[in-house]
């Protein structure tokens, strides 16, 4: 059991720049999601797949903030034009949908915006 | 949208002390999951109530799921050093939902 893997996991960038970050899940887990987390908060819910499909987007996330999973298996969160207020660490976390449906998740990036 | 509140936000106990938290949803809740996050790590999962009213431990751990199924706890027996970490109540609307976090309760032990 290799566990939800998260690369990069420091990203420092400057404000207007374009990040990506990659996450790879539990091999047999078919559900996967993105959660934001800054100091001394919850994870905050970004979007969730199952398989490819992508369920739902927080209604509060802005536009410059995209995720896919193409094949089912890995999956990217990009943030355009980032913003001061993106710096925040950006957690992934996989399950399987049906059975105790526990999340586990990877280390996280930790995104600076400079 | 469905919400999930926690209480307290911080707590500080002398080690031996119990603790509790308290979890409160917006919504009905399908199921309901208790996440523990060490400092500097990622949560972890703990444990899942599905039954209205269902009780769970777990060594000195007691995890209680409200009749209405919108309400949860968590309490600990006689802390220790290594109960330290922040607790995370996370709940789902329906089975097929996703699944939304609460603010969590940070808990400190003083030895």
């Known amino acids: 059991d290799t566990g939800v893997s998260q690369d990069p996991r420091h990203k420092i960038t400057k404000r207007g720049q374009n990040v990506t970050f990659r996450c790879d899940p539990i091999?047999?887990?078919?559900?996967l999601y993105w959660y934001r987390q800054t100091l001394g908060q919850g994870p905050e819910f970004l979007t969730y797949?199952?398989?490819?499909?992508?369920?739902?987007k927080s209604r509060l996330l802005s536009d410059r903030f995209s995720a896919e999973r193409p094949k089912g298996s890995f999956s990217t969160l990009e943030i355009q034009r980032t913003e001061q207020g993106d710096s925040a660490m950006y957690l992934c976390?996989?399950?399987?949908?049906?059975?105790?449906?526990?999340?586990?998740f990877g280390s996280g990036t930790q995104l600076s915006v400079l | 949208g469905q919400q999930v509140m926690q209480i307290p936000q911080y707590q500080h106990v002398q080690e031996g002390e119990d603790f509790t938290t308290y979890c409160n949803s917006s919504?009905?809740?399908?199921?309901i999951q208790w996440y523990k996050q060490r400092p500097g790590g990622h949560p972890v999962f703990l444990i899942q109530?599905?039954?209205?009213?269902e009780v769970k431990k777990q060594k000195r751990l007691t995890f209680q799921f409200g009749e209405a199924k919108k309400n949860s706890s968590l309490h600990i027996t006689a802390t220790q050093t290594t109960d330290v970490g922040t607790y995370f109540c996370?709940?789902?609307?329906?089975?097929?939902?996703?699944?939304?976090f609460g603010p969590g309760t940070s808990l400190s032990v003083i030895p």
């Open positions: 976390a996989s399950s399987v949908l049906g059975g105790s449906e526990k999340l586990f």
């Open positions: 919504t009905t809740l399908s199921n």
């Open positions: 091999s047999e887990h078919n559900r």
């Open positions: 797949f199952q398989n490819e499909a992508q369920l739902e």
């Open positions: 996370a709940g789902r609307g329906t089975s097929y939902d996703k699944v939304i």
């Open positions: 109530l599905v039954k209205s009213g």
